[in-house]
């Protein structure tokens, strides 16, 4: 995968960008505008977790770091995602864009047979991690649903206990 790995670090921050760029186009525009531009973790923590999370998805998928660095960068992005409702393809679906910004990229360089068959790894490698973005995302989906309905009872002046029927 090397052959592939140097082409593409050559274009790795325009890839990036356009990513991150594709990732904030489902916010309504004058949230995307903000999570894009402010870089301070403090005052953009959406903006924060998305700059840094698709970057490291993406030198994690390059480097064939599957394991801890890319949960941990999807961990980031979907645990946002999942608060947010977003649709699940809107939450995910960043992840497939990808392999077009990579194709676009590299815009007919990828003659060789070798780097041809290093990006059909990749693009496996980006299924595999859209999979695992779609797993994590409904636990987080989960989990946040298990909170609401947990706050729900806490709020109510009954239990389910109590409750007689006629």
Not at 80 to 96: E, H, K, S, Y
Request: charged share 30%; glycine share 8%.
């Amino acid at each position: 995968m090397n052959g592939l790995r140097d082409l593409l670090r050559g274009h790795e921050d325009a890839i990036v960008e356009r990513w991150l760029e594709d990732t904030l186009a489902v916010y309504p525009c004058s949230a995307a505008t903000t999570f894009g531009r402010e870089r301070d973790r403090f005052a953009n923590p959406v903006g924060h977790s998305l700059r840094s999370g698709t970057r490291a998805i993406f030198d994690a998928l390059l480097d064939d770091q599957e394991s801890d660095r890319l949960g941990h960068a999807l961990d980031d992005i979907l645990s946002i995602r999942a608060i947010q409702q977003l649709p699940v393809g809107q939450a995910v679906g960043f992840l497939f864009r990808l392999k077009d910004l990579i194709r676009e990229s590299l815009n007919g360089t990828a003659g060789p047979r070798a780097v041809q068959a290093d990006l059909v790894e990749l693009e496996r490698r980006i299924d595999c991690a859209a999979l695992r973005a779609f797993e994590t995302y409904v636990a987080y989906r989960e989990l946040v649903c298990e909170l609401r309905i947990n706050e729900i009872k806490r709020t109510m002046p009954w239990s389910a206990g109590r409750v007689r029927h006629g």
